[in-house]
């Protein structure tokens, strides 16, 4: 089974409530960012995020057609009205913008990471690490002992980012057609605390 049709299957499973605001204010760069739950009113914001970074992060790895197909699959206002109903989308918002946005979803002991995006002029100011922490806060509240994740071979920013925040390879995935392998990875949450 590949990560997409996995993904596809939480998605469909998955009916978490909402899940409480995170009000912890930061600043990154000229004004404060605010990583919460997202609400209905941030659907437009969270599309935005999509489609500017999907285009910037896999364009150069995987091509145009790619892009096109991951848009079209999992960025459409139906998927992602769906997965903020469940509670399971966040977002950083400094005003009146959605800056980034992460989305998870529960399988077994573990909670999988499907999105973390923060657009681009909005990199290396910490926003990235604010949405990963309020996942890795719910995942442990809600009692799960690990967190999983797949990023693209060639995505260096996120191989990068995922080890700094201690996630190790577990395995591989080859999507055929000349694409990029999935690179899998996870971290034990099991010394984390809850907040």
Do not use: C
């Not at 049709?5 to 004004?31: I, K, Q, Y």
């Not at 079209?72 to 400094?94: C, F, H, M, P, Q």
């Not at 910490?126 to 995505?155: D, K, M, P, Q």
Request: a negative charge; aromatic letters at 8%; hydrophobic letters at 35%.
């Amino acid at each position: 089974m590949t990560a997409t049709n996995r993904e596809d299957e939480l998605e469909a499973a998955d009916v978490s409530t909402t899940p409480e605001h995170d009000t912890t204010p930061t600043t990154a760069g000229s004004g404060e960012v605010l990583v919460r739950g997202a609400v209905g009113d941030d659907l437009a914001g969270v599309l935005s995020v999509g489609h500017r970074t999907w285009l910037a992060t896999y364009e150069p790895i995987a091509g145009p057609e790619y892009v096109a197909m991951g848009l079209a699959k999992w960025w459409t206002s139906d998927v992602v009205t769906d997965s903020i109903r469940k509670g399971r989308t966040l977002v950083a918002v400094e005003g009146d913008e959605v800056v980034g946005v992460a989305t998870y979803g529960h399988q077994d002991d573990a909670v999988v990471l499907w999105k973390l995006y923060v657009l681009p002029g909005h990199h290396g100011k910490g926003i990235g690490t604010r949405l990963f922490e309020a996942v890795v806060r719910r995942a442990v509240e809600s009692e799960h002992r690990r967190l999983t994740l797949s990023y693209l071979e060639g995505n260096e920013q996120a191989a990068r980012f995922y080890a700094k925040h201690g996630f190790t390879e577990t395995h591989r995935e080859t999507p055929g057609s000349g694409l990029p392998e999935s690179v899998w990875m996870a971290r034990d949450l099991d010394g984390e605390e809850q907040a």
